[in-house]
């Protein structure tokens, strides 16, 4: 399970010219579930989202998380950010989830955040084409990682 996460002034998702989710001063997170991701690693993912230190305290300083400023969470299930682009010219999609599960370990994820932020956690609408809009803060990027569990 993967997140490519933006500090944001303001996002917004919309489908079909409809607002779906939006926050104002938060995190927005693109998610990508790939296969084997399961409660392990909605439970670290969604620690990681709200206490990931990408604020700035009194000095400027990254040191604040989004638990510690209240702010805003819109999680965007993304299935293009589980794409193999190691080689070629066209993404292969053998490594983000079947649709079924992404689904399934997408809304878990929501509901993880949910309880666990009582400050607000908005969402796009999975599988639809969404419309993404964001004034990136920063601009302040990083990709999270939550490991699926090692076969054997």
């Known amino acids: 399970m993967l997140a490519l996460i933006q500090r944001v002034t303001e ?7 409809a607002t779906v989710g939006q ?4 995190l927005l997170a693109l998610v990508g579930v790939e296969p084997g ?3 392990e690693q909605v439970a670290k993912l969604g ?6 230190r990408v604020f700035g305290d009194e000095a400027g300083r990254m ?5 510690d400023t209240g702010g805003g969470l819109l999680l965007v299930s993304q299935f293009t950010l589980a794409a193999d682009t190691r080689s070629g010219l066209r993404p292969s999609f053998s490594t983000a989830a079947a649709p079924a599960d992404a ?4 809304g878990d994820l929501v509901a993880y955040c949910r309880q666990q932020h009582a400050s607000g956690v908005e969402t796009g609408q999975f599988g639809a084409h969404m419309v993404v809009s ?3 803060d920063g601009p302040v990027t990083f990709l999270l990682r939550a490991d699926p569990p090692a076969a054997g």
Do not use: H, Q, W
């Open 11 to 17: 996002a917004r998702v919309t489908v079909e010219g």
């Open 23 to 26: 926050i104002g001063p938060g």
């Open 37 to 39: 991701d399961g409660p």
């Open 47 to 52: 620690d990681r989202l709200l206490k990931y």
């Open 63 to 67: 040191n604040r998380s989004l638990a």
């Open 103 to 106: 689904e399934r370990i997408f």
């Open 134 to 136: 964001l004034v990136n």
